[in-house]
């Protein structure tokens, strides 16, 4: 069995959904189908799920959402007529307008208004595959045992739902998935973060020891940077699930982070695909890959960091200054991503999205007065770079080339940190300096250079 999911792009229009479904029914071994919800037709378009988020929150605030949920209602509607299947829109209509009555608290009710997007995207690509014939059912996931923590917008699975979830293996005919949420043991509808429907087909994938997850997204490969920044780039043919891990959580969005674990603990090879080309191979993300000349695998950027400055003079002999340091960060309810250290200082670096105003003076005044720090700065607008890959481990200078490569595009390194595993290594810049300094280590590490160096 292969379990396949299909990403917004590839759920945008009438005429994607066509092609999705030439793929599904092209081989009996995809019987386990995942969708999100329709995302963008052009650049400047809205993914359903962003339209949702807006009507949910103009609900929360008091305000009319009317023209935005007609606005939703009517992108379903005219797939839905395209596809020749309008009847379903009575159904779909209905359970948008149902879970925009605001009757639970905030967190509840904006899971379970954007989840819609999915669910109802399933209903749709159900009613179309049964109209050209194909015997599919819709599965419902709180039944079918996706069990989520109670975490909203945030939540991971819970262990119990791959034992429940392995009951699809016999599933007669097509299941349509829905994608981005489950259900929390207490019965509320919770979502995964954004990207999740690809964390949803690798559970499903894992649960149901499928041959192969199949993801199919709108580019051919994943490449070695990201080509909406670098234009025709190398592209990765086989990726490690470490080395995707890496990549992915510095900014290669083609997959969701947090869709690794689940496949990698299975063992189930991931291949990405393009639904625009289907027969191009993709990238196969495994367990071990075959090295080639390259130590280097892929370079990513994300720019949404801030760094946490504390100095001390004496800090290196305060016996339980660095666990202090992280017991505040624990207290304030934040998640750290890295922590150099020097002798006097410690940096802590953040997503930037957790760091409010108000979390930011809560931080700064909770170190203060705790650890008597001589400065405390705090630095937006951070952007890290990883440079990753598993060869980078047996390779000798591979720091030296990079800092090298900034060095030459004159990008001043703010932070500099290589994990034990050597399997990544990340460089913080100013966001001014952020796609200068991912070209320059694009270069350093892929282009072929001519004459001599
Ligand atoms: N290294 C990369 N390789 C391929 N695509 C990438 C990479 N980094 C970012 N992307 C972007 O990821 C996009 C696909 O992800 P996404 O838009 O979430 O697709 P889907 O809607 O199918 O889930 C691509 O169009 C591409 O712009
Ligand atoms: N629709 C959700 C979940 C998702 O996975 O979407 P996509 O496959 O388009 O990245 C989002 O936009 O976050």
Do not use: W
């Given at each position: 069995?292969?379990?396949?999911?299909?990403?917004?792009?590839?759920?945008?229009?009438?005429?994607q959904?066509?092609?999705v479904?030439?793929i599904?029914v092209s081989d009996?071994?995809?019987r386990?189908?995942?969708v999100?919800?329709?995302?963008?037709?052009f650049?400047?378009?809205?993914?359903v799920?962003?339209?949702l988020?807006?009507?949910?929150?103009?609900?929360?605030a008091e305000?009319n959402?009317?023209?935005?949920?007609?606005?939703?209602?009517?992108?379903?509607?005219?797939?839905?007529?395209?596809l020749?299947?309008?009847?379903?829109?009575?159904?779909?209509?209905a359970?948008?307008?149902?879970r925009?009555?605001?009757?639970?608290?905030?967190v509840?009710?904006?899971?379970?208004?954007?989840?819609?997007?999915?669910?109802?995207?399933?209903?749709?690509?159900t009613a179309?595959?049964?109209?050209?014939?194909?015997d599919?059912?819709?599965?419902h996931?709180?039944?079918?045992g996706?069990?989520?923590?109670?975490?909203?917008?945030?939540?991971v699975?819970?262990?119990?739902?791959y034992?429940?979830?392995?009951?699809l293996?016999?599933?007669?005919g097509i299941g349509?998935?829905?994608?981005?949420?489950?259900y929390?043991?207490?019965?509320?509808?919770?979502?995964?973060?954004?990207?999740?429907?690809d964390?949803?087909?690798?559970i499903?994938?894992?649960?149901?020891?499928?041959e192969?997850?199949?993801?199919f997204?709108?580019v051919?490969?994943?490449?070695?940077?990201?080509?909406?920044?670098?234009k025709?780039?190398?592209?990765?043919?086989?990726?490690?699930?470490?080395?995707?891990?890496?990549?992915?959580?510095?900014?290669f969005?083609v997959?969701?982070?947090d869709?690794?674990l689940?496949v990698y603990?299975?063992?189930?090879?991931?291949?990405?695909k393009?639904?625009n080309?289907?027969?191009?191979p993709?990238?196969?993300?495994?367990k071990?890959?075959?090295h080639?000349?390259?130590p280097?695998?892929g370079?990513a950027?994300?720019?949404k960091?801030?760094c946490?400055a504390?100095?001390?003079?004496?800090?290196?002999?305060e016996?339980?200054?660095?666990?202090r340091?992280?017991?505040?960060?624990?207290?304030?309810?934040?998640?750290?991503?890295h922590?150099?250290?020097g002798?006097d200082?410690?940096?802590v670096?953040?997503r930037?999205?957790?760091?409010?105003?108000?979390?930011?003076?809560?931080?700064?005044?909770?170190?203060?007065?705790?650890?008597?720090?001589?400065?405390?700065?705090v630095?937006?607008?951070l952007?890290?770079?990883?440079?990753v890959?598993?060869?980078?481990?047996?390779?000798?200078?591979?720091?030296?080339?990079?800092?090298?490569?900034?060095a030459?595009?004159?990008?001043?390194?703010?932070m500099f940190t290589?994990?034990?595993?050597e399997?990544?290594?990340?460089f913080?810049?100013?966001k001014?300096?952020?796609?200068?300094?991912?070209?320059?280590?694009?270069?350093?590490f892929?282009?072929?250079?001519?004459?001599?160096?």
């Amino acid at each position: 069995m292969k379990v396949c999911k299909f990403g917004g792009t590839s759920l945008a229009d009438a005429n994607q959904i066509r092609k999705v479904c030439n793929i599904i029914v092209s081989d009996s071994e995809r019987r386990l189908v995942v969708v999100s919800a329709p995302g963008k037709r052009f650049d400047s378009d809205i993914k359903v799920t962003d339209m949702l988020i807006k009507c949910a929150k103009l609900a929360i605030a008091e305000n009319n959402y009317n023209s935005n949920l007609d606005e939703v209602i009517s992108r379903y509607a005219q797939i839905a007529d395209d596809l020749g299947v309008p009847d379903i829109m009575n159904e779909i209509s209905a359970d948008f307008t149902k879970r925009l009555i605001k009757d639970t608290d905030n967190v509840k009710f904006m899971d379970r208004v954007i989840s819609a997007g999915e669910d109802n995207c399933a209903k749709l690509v159900t009613a179309y595959l049964k109209s050209i014939g194909y015997d599919s059912n819709y599965i419902h996931p709180g039944q079918a045992g996706m069990l989520l923590s109670a975490d909203f917008s945030n939540t991971v699975v819970l262990d119990q739902s791959y034992e429940k979830l392995a009951k699809l293996k016999n599933i007669k005919g097509i299941g349509v998935f829905p994608g981005f949420f489950g259900y929390s043991l207490k019965g509320d509808i919770v979502t995964f973060p954004r990207g999740g429907s690809d964390i949803t087909g690798a559970i499903l994938a894992a649960s149901v020891k499928a041959e192969v997850y199949e993801n199919f997204t709108d580019v051919d490969y994943v490449y070695s940077v990201n080509p909406k920044i670098i234009k025709n780039p190398k592209p990765i043919t086989e990726i490690t699930y470490r080395e995707m891990r890496e990549l992915s959580y510095a900014g290669f969005n083609v997959y969701q982070e947090d869709a690794l674990l689940p496949v990698y603990k299975a063992g189930v090879p991931v291949n990405i695909k393009n639904v625009n080309n289907p027969t191009c191979p993709g990238t196969m993300i495994v367990k071990n890959r075959v090295h080639t000349n390259s130590p280097v695998i892929g370079v990513a950027s994300d720019d949404k960091f801030c760094c946490i400055a504390i100095n001390k003079y004496l800090m290196n002999r305060e016996v339980g200054f660095g666990r202090r340091v992280l017991g505040i960060i624990e207290d304030e309810g934040l998640n750290f991503e890295h922590m150099p250290t020097g002798i006097d200082d410690i940096s802590v670096i953040l997503r930037e999205s957790q760091l409010s105003d108000d979390a930011k003076d809560r931080l700064i005044e909770h170190i203060t007065t705790e650890l008597r720090a001589d400065s405390i700065n705090v630095e937006k607008n951070l952007c890290l770079i990883m440079v990753v890959g598993e060869g980078m481990s047996h390779n000798v200078g591979i720091a030296a080339r990079a800092t090298k490569a900034l060095a030459s595009v004159k990008v001043n390194i703010q932070m500099f940190t290589q994990g034990s595993s050597e399997v990544s290594m990340v460089f913080a810049t100013s966001k001014a300096d952020c796609e200068k300094a991912l070209k320059a280590l694009y270069e350093e590490f892929f282009e072929v250079r001519l004459g001599n160096d």
